[in-house]
């Protein structure tokens, strides 16, 4: 199957600031890409995610670029707080109906 | 609505043994599928079906079976547990018919000893 690399693997930010989680992807046919969070002892939620027709979304402190040519997109948090603490997950869907998912991101927001 | 429901939470197999991790939804969904989680390699697609009757191997498919009698469950089976099996297991379902907007359960974490 295709790779989706996720970077960084571990993320420390100050409360009220913003955090970055950036993921590169080798299939050049994938056209979804969501983005999970997954809090301890949870299983993942969807937050947020775009299509290949879009280059950026948002939901209030949630944004999501893509960009195609390139091969990456990011998640974006603004403001961040405590609760935003969990681990992250980037996806592509591969050809087949499957979701690929990158290895993830701890993001532990301080106060 | 209950969502996805998982059980059991937790479950440990001796090698060779074999069992079952049942999943089921009440929110009608066509879309189920399996996924296991493994640290650092986040989550990787074992079994998926779009509609009672149809199943599909992802990823990592060997060692597991599934069915889909119903729109409602879709239980995993381990038909000879190994360590390599250790792992959290999650299930989860769609109601675009996809893998998009994924809904997952909480999870079984299965150790094989």
């Known amino acids: 199957g295709e790779n989706v690399e996720q970077h960084p693997s571990t993320l420390s930010v100050q409360e009220g600031d913003s955090a970055v989680i950036k993921c590169t992807y080798s299939?050049?046919?994938?056209?979804?890409f969501p983005w999970y969070k997954q809090e301890l002892g949870k299983g993942p939620q969807l937050i947020i995610d775009?299509?290949?027709?879009?280059g950026e979304k948002k939901d209030q402190r949630i944004a999501v670029t893509l960009n195609k040519t390139a091969k990456h997109f990011s998640l974006h948090i603004t403001e961040t707080q405590p609760e935003d603490s969990a681990v992250y997950f980037c996806?592509?869907?591969?050809?087949?109906?499957?979701?690929?998912f990158g290895a993830g991101t701890i993001l532990r927001v301080k106060s | 609505n209950a969502g996805v429901t998982q059980t059991p939470k937790f479950q440990v197999l001796k090698t060779g043994q074999s069992m079952t991790l049942q999943c089921a939804q009440d929110m009608n969904h066509e879309y189920m599928s399996w996924y296991r989680q493994d640290p650092g390699m986040g989550l990787r697609l074992i079994h998926y079906s779009v509609g009672a009757g149809i199943t599909d191997q992802g990823e990592v498919p060997n060692g597991y079976n599934v069915s889909r009698s119903t729109t409602e469950d879709f239980p995993l089976r381990l038909l000879s547990a190994a360590p390599s099996q250790t792992s959290v297991y999650f299930c989860a379902s769609s109601y675009l018919g996809t893998n998009e907007k994924l809904f997952f359960g909480s999870g079984t974490q299965l150790s094989v000893l």
């Open positions: 299939d050049s046919a994938s056209n979804y």
């Open positions: 996806a592509e869907e591969e050809y087949g109906n499957k979701l690929v």
């Open positions: 775009i299509r290949s027709n879009v």
